[in-house]
């Protein structure tokens, strides 16, 4: 049974930090293509970033780069989400994605990722 379980979220000020972690079970995890998605009240789902099974490419939303760093740990079947610098714009429900044989321009597409955490709220306050 495949698992994505994140966690980390939480109430913070903007200017503040987060990391979010998503634990992943049931699949080979350096096989997969990892992500974040976010998706706010009344908005569409968007992929924050992304990140191959090797980590040699790392796509990342305008609005993120910068700010936030995709990581993850093969050893560990862990994938991050380093957030910095945190606005009121980053309020959101935020989700981790597996994906096989993910091709280079579909990283940021939520059609190419077959497995879904269940996801972490995070706020930022003004």
């Known amino acids: 049974q495949v698992q994505l379980v994140e966690s980390g979220g939480g109430l913070v000020q903007a200017g503040g930090s987060l990391r979010l972690s998503c634990a992943v079970s049931?699949?080979?995890?350096?096989?997969?293509?990892m992500a974040w998605f976010r998706q706010a009240p009344g908005k569409e789902r968007e992929c924050v970033a992304a990140i191959t099974g090797t980590g040699d490419s790392t796509p990342y939303a305008d609005s993120v780069k910068g700010r936030f760093t995709i990581s993850r740990d093969n050893a560990k079947n862990t994938l991050y989400l380093q957030m910095n610098s945190l606005n009121p714009e980053a309020t959101a429900v935020y989700y981790c994605?597996?994906?096989?044989?993910?091709?280079?321009?579909?990283?940021?597409?939520?059609?190419?990722?077959?497995?879904w955490g269940q996801g972490t709220q995070v706020t930022v306050s003004s």
């Open positions: 994605a597996a994906g096989l044989l993910v091709v280079a321009r579909a990283l940021i597409r939520s059609p190419s990722y077959k497995y």
């Open positions: 049931g699949v080979t995890f350096s096989s997969y293509t």
